[in-house]
Nanobody
Framework: QVKLVESGGGLVQAGGSLRLSCVMS????????MGWFRQAPGKEREFAAV????????YYADSVNGRFTISRDNAKNTVYLQMNSLKPEDTAVYSC????????????????????WGQGTQVTVSS
């Protein structure tokens, strides 16, 4: 059974940076496409960044493009989200998600595409 555990959240001032990590256990990480999603208070969960199995195909939400970087290390069963130039509107619970993928360079932007989710880590950006 796949388990995802996020870490790296916290409180940071606007303009600061954080690096989130998500470690997978119970599955063959290299067979999964991964994504980072976030949910702000009172809002629906939305995608932030997604990455293919190979790490070659990546897609960002417009709201984070140019500030966030998603990457993965298949040897460490880990996907990362480097967040720079953080804004108060980035405040949310960030969760990683996984789904098995047949093709190595396919990513998935829809929440409904993912079968496994972590518990999430809180990111709070103060103004």
């Amino acid at each position: 059974q796949v388990k995802l555990v996020e870490s790296g959240g916290g409180l940071v001032q606007a303009g600061g940076s954080l690096r989130l990590s998500c470690v997978m256990s119970g599955g063959t990480f290299s067979r999964f496409a991964m994504g980072w999603f976030r949910q702000a208070p009172g809002k629906e969960r939305e995608f932030a960044a997604v990455i293919s199995r190979s790490g070659e195909a990546i897609y960002y939400a417009d709201s984070v493009n140019g500030r966030f970087t998603i990457s993965r290390d298949n040897a460490k069963n880990t996907v990362y989200l480097q967040m720079n130039s953080l804004k108060p509107e980035d405040t949310a619970v960030y969760s990683c998600a996984a789904r098995s993928a047949v093709y190595s360079d396919t990513f998935y932007r829809s929440l409904d595409s993912y079968t496994d989710w972590g518990q999430g880590t809180q990111v709070t950006v103060s103004s």
